[in-house]
């Protein structure tokens, strides 16, 4: 396993820098390699970077929409192909989440106690080991007890672990491929950590399965698997477990998860299944009760903080914990 302490701070700090440095208004593009239309969107960032207020919005061609509900799930027509929304990029340590109780689900950081939330570098893991984020359209339905981990979903939409070369930026639409998953269980209920790569890493043409990964990563899997066990340790809790004896499942099994998810997503925005505090306004689901115009989706943009220049973040942050299992 490639040791994270064994790259440089000078090196660690550029990275750092360029995960979390971002305009004020940032143009990306969503695209399929496989003859498909290009889906452009632009995020708009209000607030302070590293401050209670800060929400990243996404904006389509047509206005404001919500990553949660309006960023298809798939990326090509033969549905191989999935987006990610990268909510955390590599090595950075705050806790950026998509805000599901939010109106239009901007990305903001989470907070605990009235304190913004950082990860912990739990030594030889500086910050995330992966491009963090989201699968769009899928659910982990909080009243649904899986089958496999007899725990209820947690809520959110499923994560994702982009295991790339490239330090992707926060808010970033990514095409990935799907790998696997690990099933761990987070304070009582399912968490699915999905491991994919983008389409476009120089590894894409080789990792196709779980097992690829072991092939041409070797170490990576156990390193995400520690990883998951012990960041929440120095904040005091107990390690966390996981279904399976941690084994990671293949792109087959994942890919039951992504499509139980995506039907669950499916009962919530269409009214079938209580939503239970989460914002499902969107502007494009067909047949959805909670489609909404493009001037109320704005309106959640121009009723937050105004722009602003980004606080500092204490040196605690970067601080190294070494944890005893």
């Not at 004020?24 to 003859?35: D, G, H, M």
């Not at 889906?39 to 949660?68: C, H, Q, W």
């Not at 696997?180 to 120089?202: F, H, Q, R, Y």
Request: negative net charge.
């Amino acid at each position: 396993m490639l040791s994270v302490a064994q790259l440089s701070r000078t090196v660690f700090s550029q990275l750092v820098v360029r995960a979390q440095t971002f305009s004020s208004l940032r143009a990306f593009a969503v695209c399929s390699p496989i003859k498909q239309a290009i889906m452009s969107y632009t995020i708009v960032e209000r607030g302070a970077p590293n401050s209670l207020d800060y929400r990243i919005f996404f904006k389509g061609p047509n206005g404001i929409v919500s990553p949660f509900h309006d960023i298809p799930l798939h990326a090509d027509a033969e549905k191989t192909t999935f987006n990610m929304v990268v909510e955390v990029p590599r090595w950075s340590n705050a806790k950026m989440e998509i805000a599901t109780t939010a109106k239009m689900n901007p990305i903001k950081q989470d907070i605990k106690k009235g304190k913004l939330r950082y990860v912990k570098n739990c030594f030889p893991h500086h910050g995330y080991i992966w491009n963090y984020g989201a699968f769009p359209q899928t659910w982990e339905d909080p009243n649904h007890v899986d089958a496999h981990t007899s725990c209820k979903g947690d809520n959110d939409p499923l994560d994702v672990c982009e295991i790339g070369h490239r330090v992707a930026n926060r808010g970033d639409v990514v095409q990935v491929k799907l790998l696997g998953t690990m099933a761990m269980i987070d304070e009582g209920e399912t968490d699915w950590k999905m491991l994919a790569i983008d389409v476009n890493d120089p590894l894409a043409s080789q990792l196709n399965d779980i097992d690829d990964i072991k092939k041409y990563m070797p170490g990576f899997i156990e390193a995400t698997r520690e990883w998951f066990k012990i960041y929440k340790i120095p904040d005091g809790k107990p390690e966390n477990q996981f279904a399976f004896d941690g084994e990671a499942k293949d792109k087959e099994f994942a890919l039951q998860i992504v499509n139980q998810t995506h039907e669950q997503w499916k009962n919530l925005v269409s009214k079938k299944t209580e939503k239970g505090g989460l914002a499902c306004e969107n502007i494009s689901v067909a047949g959805s009760p909670f489609i909404t115009s493009g001037e109320d989706a704005q309106s959640a943009v121009d009723q937050s903080a105004p722009p602003a220049e980004a606080e500092p973040i204490s040196s605690e942050v970067d601080k190294w914990h070494y944890v005893k299992l």
